[in-house]
């Protein structure tokens, strides 16, 4: 992650119970999307953000809420209102939101819950019926509890919409604009997108009062301080590809991408018959299979990690030594986000990117967004034929590509099923 050297948190007002939390963490500077958007929510604006996960943009909008909330945090617990509320496609990325959340306002009484679809809605409702200041939820399981009366949103302050782009691929847009709508007339509405295809330019133009934009682009500098190989390979090929180079080059904690949760699965199978340790990430598993997965990576237990894009969305992995992408990505701007984890904290990373016959174009569309060639790696064992047809036939993992989560996308609306960019 890029940070500006001379800023500290001290000259964003913030109240010292928040400061003392940051330097427990260990959090030096404001990164450079903490230091635009922090004064802007003090002040009140809306904003919308283009950011992706890595670039601080939790704290950039969790800092200054709780800097507002603090003032009434001391009332009874039973007299708490819902004052910020927190939109999240997933899960995965709501839990993490929470924990940020908890670790930044850790010095303060300001009482946070999580709620999200999936398990049971019980114990979601103790929680807020003991009162809440701030909540994070996913949309379909704050409606339901809406609906219910459980969650009151007339005392809303901040609104923030995180990953707005995956939330309306994935179908939330009327769910969103009811939220919106219940929400008070006054409030704020922080946005934060990775990518800002028209359809969040358009909700944001109809539901932000005068957003003032910030935007870190990571796309540049994530893909240049990556150090990026590619390797031409047949299909059939790519797995002892993968391993010739987890032998002999790739070394240290790895992430590979690939496409379908169906291709993690066998990945993960045949790494783990060759003896490595391997874990994986994808919506078949359950909560709490994908966090023992996750603990397990990131303390090193285990130094391989399988994932789709879309399990990994939002997820925070850092130090990462490699980014292997054993499917290449359909959307350039996936690649860079892929790659842009093994380049954190401005150090250099280094991706392995494996592309068969039927991956070529994407390879054209990846080196046109980021302005130049990747490093072509020919003398490998398993070399592709440069003339070799792509194999067209449709198999077991591009069915699977049908669901999210293990479930049907039911929420997608007919229009966006026909008009769909998929970003992921
Ligand atoms: P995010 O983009 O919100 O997912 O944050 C990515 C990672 O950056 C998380 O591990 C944060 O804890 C970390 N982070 C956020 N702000 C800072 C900061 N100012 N300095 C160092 N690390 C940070």
């Not at 910030?214 to 790519?238: D, F, G, R, W």
């Not at 391997?278 to 994932?307: C, M, P, W, Y």
Request: proline share 4%.
């Amino acid at each position: 992650m890029q940070k500006q050297k001379n800023m500290h948190f001290s000259e964003l007002a913030l109240d010292k119970t928040i400061l003392k939390a940051i330097k427990e963490i260990g959090y030096d500077t404001p990164t450079p999307i903490q230091e635009k958007t922090i004064p802007l929510v003090l002040e009140n604006k809306d904003v919308i953000g283009s950011a992706q996960t890595g670039t601080g943009k939790t704290a950039a909008y969790a800092l200054p809420i709780i800097e507002k909330l603090i003032w009434n945090q001391n009332v009874a617990k039973k007299s708490k209102k819902i004052r910020a509320l927190i939109i999240s496609p997933t899960r995965e990325l709501a839990v993490q939101i929470q924990d940020d959340f908890k670790a930044y306002g850790q010095f303060t009484n300001l009482r946070t819950a999580v709620v999200f679809g999936g398990t049971s809605i019980e114990p979601q409702k103790d929680k807020i019926n003991k009162g809440v200041d701030i909540l994070i939820a996913t949309p379909g399981r704050l409606l339901d509890l809406r609906k219910q009366e459980i969650i009151n949103l007339s005392h809303i302050q901040t609104l923030v919409l995180d990953e707005a782009d995956l939330m309306l691929d994935m179908g939330f847009i009327d769910d969103v604009k009811k939220i919106v709508k219940v929400c008070p007339r006054n409030r704020q509405i922080l946005l934060f997108s990775a990518t800002m295809p028209k359809k969040v330019s358009q909700l944001a133009s109809e539901i932000l009062n005068n957003p003032e934009k910030v935007a870190i682009s990571t796309t540049s500098s994530a893909a240049e301080n990556v150090n990026q190989k590619l390797y031409y390979v047949p299909k059939p090929k790519k797995m002892e590809l993968c391993l010739h180079l987890l032998r002999n080059t790739i070394k240290g904690s790895i992430l590979i991408f690939r496409r379908t949760k169906f291709g993690v699965d066998k990945l993960e199978t045949s790494l783990t018959k060759n003896g490595y340790k391997v874990t994986s990430l994808h919506g078949d598993k359950t909560q709490s299979a994908r966090q023992e997965a996750l603990n397990k990576f990131k303390n090193g237990d285990i130094n391989i990690l399988i994932a789709t894009d879309v399990a990994a969305r939002g997820i925070d992995i850092n130090s990462l030594d490699a980014v292997i992408n054993f499917d290449l990505p359909n959307i350039p701007e996936t690649y860079v986000h892929r790659i842009g984890r093994t380049a954190r904290a401005g150090e250099s990373g280094n991706s392995y990117s494996f592309c068969a016959a039927d991956e070529i174009n994407y390879v054209k569309s990846i080196q046109h967004l980021i302005q130049h060639k990747i490093e072509l790696v020919e003398d490998h064992p398993y070399s592709l034929d440069k003339n070799t047809k792509p194999i067209v036939h449709k198999n077991k993992e591009q069915k699977s590509t049908n669901t999210y989560f293990g479930k049907k996308k039911s929420r997608k609306s007919a229009n966006s099923k026909k008009n769909k960019k998929r970003w992921y």
